[in-house]
């Protein structure tokens, strides 16, 4: 639902765009989610031979798990209006966390050479995004109160040498409703922005900047 939702929107502003720009935020249901151009030598697992769900989305990087605890933002941005530049983009999305992590009193890190973002060595976030005529999708995932488990099948993000962490390992009490709250904030100030919710079931989009809440 909520990759052809991102499709959608991502369609709607490239025949109009003067559309607003959304933040999407959820969870997802398990699932392990594969870039573009991933390796299957990052799965534990035989693909072929597996009830697990697998999905290969047009995100960069390498593969992934979601999960209900996690929550997901996908921004779908018009960079016209911003700036022209992918790298510029993922600092900012990584700012966007490591400000959500100091609001909880935690330093948030980055590694040279890697997206994404740490705590005392466990990356807590992945990023991997999706950007054509200019226009965003994909995005962020912050482990705030999952289940870890998943992630044994794979090898997260290609990467080897650091485990994966989240929020709660480091304030137990964390609730995910307010660290959506937190995301939000911290994206509005982040990206110069003005955020306006309206939920939609069990997912919350976001309109950016213009003071109309989404149908």
């Known amino acids: ?37 991933a390796s299957l030598d990052f799965l534990k697992f035989d693909p072929t031979q597996t009830d697990l769900q697998l999905c290969r989305v047009e995100r960069g990087g390498e593969v992934t798990y979601h999960c209900p605890g996690q929550m997901v933002g996908y921004p779908i941005l018009n960079l016209n209006r911003y700036r022209k530049d992918l790298h510029w983009y993922l600092r900012q999305l990584e700012e966007v966390l490591i400000q959500v992590l100091a609001a909880y009193g935690l330093q948030g890190e980055r590694y040279a050479g890697l997206t994404g973002v740490w705590v005392e060595g466990r990356k807590v976030a992945a990023i991997g995004i999706k950007v054509s005529r200019w226009i965003t999708m994909h995005g962020f995932a912050l482990n705030v109160c999952p289940d870890l488990t998943g992630f044994q099948n794979i090898v997260p993000c290609g990467i080897t040498d650091k485990p994966v962490g989240s929020l709660a390992e480091f304030v137990p009490d964390v609730n995910l409703a307010q660290v959506q709250q937190q995301v939000a904030i911290a994206f509005a100030q982040v990206f110069g922005v003005k955020l306006v919710q309206s939920v939609t079931h069990d997912l919350t989009p976001w309109d950016l900047a213009t003071g109309e809440a989404l149908d």
């Open 1 to 37: 639902m909520a990759w052809a939702w991102q499709r959608s929107l991502v369609a709607q502003r490239r025949e109009d765009p003067e559309l607003s720009d959304v933040l999407l935020l959820l969870q997802h249901p398990p699932v392990y989610t594969l870039g573009q151009g």
